[in-house]
């Protein structure tokens, strides 16, 4: 059973702090990582995908992966209220139907003015 | 709007009732993709096309689920016989050919609640 784990929080941090948000997954040969972030009652929506060892950084995010430690990480600087938000990691299952995505149940972020 | 469209949005319906769903992804993708998700949950893998042949249906599939995607285009996600436990966010997404990462972008959703 391949799998992807994430704290569930909720993490709370104060507006301007940098959010660090972790994710870790079972499947070795997992090739490319997402993060998602949903609003609640809404759709997810993609902010960042990776596929190398280190850092990719996009405006205030940056994710972060380890391959060796199947571990992957979302930083978030500068942290406003509208960052508030469930963050989904999702990993690419190529084992599986060539790409369907598989995710862990979410990380509930409150960013406190 | 050159998003992924879902139609309906919200869906209340009554156990032992027949619901169908349609998607219509980014107009250049190729991919298509339907996944469930329930509160507290990331979203589940349902079925997935690439143009008009599915090739891939999750165990969570039952038979009384059926998805097409008849000329490669937009796709329709039918339940038939509708159970409480069918009530979900049934989620479309759609992904570019061209890209080997896969990433994948969703519609808005559909809700369903089963009576």
């Known amino acids: 059973q391949k799998e992807v784990e994430q704290n569930s929080g909720p993490l709370s941090v104060p507006e301007g702090a940098i959010a660090s948000l972790n994710c870790t997954y079972s499947?070795?040969?997992?090739?490319?990582f997402f993060w998602y972030r949903q609003y609640s009652g809404k759709s997810p929506e993609l902010i960042m995908f990776?596929?190398?060892?280190g850092d990719k950084e996009d405006g205030r995010f940056t994710a972060q992966l380890n391959k060796a430690s199947q571990y992957v990480s979302l930083l978030i600087r500068d942290s406003q209220p509208s960052d508030s938000a469930t963050y989904l990691c999702?990993?690419?299952?190529?084992?599986?139907?060539?790409?369907?995505?598989?995710f862990g149940k979410g990380t509930k972020l409150s960013v406190k003015p | 709007d050159t998003g992924v469209s879902q139609d309906p949005r919200h869906k209340i319906t009554k156990r032992g009732q027949n619901v169908t769903f349609r998607c219509d992804p980014i107009?250049?993708?190729?991919?298509l993709y339907w996944y469930r998700q329930t509160l507290g949950q990331g979203p589940e893998f349902l079925t997935y096309?690439?143009?008009?042949?599915?090739?891939?249906k999750s165990r969570l599939l039952s038979d009384r689920f059926s998805a097409e995607r008849p000329k490669g285009s937009f796709s329709t996600l039918e339940i038939q016989r509708t159970e409480q436990g069918d009530s979900a966010m049934y989620l479309c997404?759609?992904?570019?050919?061209?890209?080997?990462?896969?990433?994948?972008?969703f519609g808005p959703g559909t809700r369903l609640t089963v009576l």
């Open positions: 997404a759609s992904s570019p050919a061209v890209s080997s990462y896969n990433e994948q972008f």
């Open positions: 499947d070795r040969g997992s090739q490319s």
């Open positions: 990776i596929y190398s060892n």
């Open positions: 999702a990993v690419n299952d190529y084992g599986g139907s060539q790409g369907n995505l598989i």
């Open positions: 107009s250049e993708h190729n991919r």
């Open positions: 096309f690439q143009n008009e042949a599915q090739l891939e």
